[in-house]
Nanobody, 120 residues
Framework: QVQLVESGGGLVQAGGSLRLSCAASGRFFSIKGMGWYRQAPAKQRELVAASGSGGMSNYADSVKGRFTISRDNAKNTVYLQMNSLKPEDTAVYYC??????????????WGQGTQVTVSS
């Protein structure tokens, strides 16, 4: 069983920055894909950024150039650096991961979510 624990959410003004962290713990052999989803009120959950075990990463068009995903494999931790935040980035951000796939839509472990609120 894998537990994902997120941290770093909060309230920030538009144009500001936040850094989210997510650490995986528990019994597992390895972690392959790791990424971040978000869900705003009355909207569907959407993929924000994903990091594959081979170093590839991809981003939602809405965050390209502003968000950066990175990971520390030795610590089984993934980060999301969010710059130039906009009010429309307000959402609950979820960390997700898979032990056997790099495909974001096959993540099978999820964190509890952390709230990010961007004020205008």
């Amino acid at each position: 069983q894998v537990q994902l624990v997120e941290s770093g959410g909060g309230l920030v003004q538009a144009g500001g920055s936040l850094r989210l962290s997510c650490a995986a713990s528990g019994r597992f052999f390895s972690i392959k894909g790791m990424g971040w989803y978000r869900q705003a009120p009355a909207k569907q959950r959407e993929l924000v950024a994903a990091s594959g075990s081979g170093g590839m990463s991809n981003y939602a068009d809405s965050v390209k150039g502003r968000f950066t995903i990175s990971r520390d494999n030795a610590k089984n931790t993934v980060y999301l650096q969010m710059n130039s935040l906009k009010p429309e980035d307000t959402a609950v951000y979820y960390c997700a991961a898979s032990g056997n796939s790099d495909t974001p839509y096959e993540y099978d472990y999820w964190g509890q979510g952390t709230q990010v609120t961007v004020s205008s």
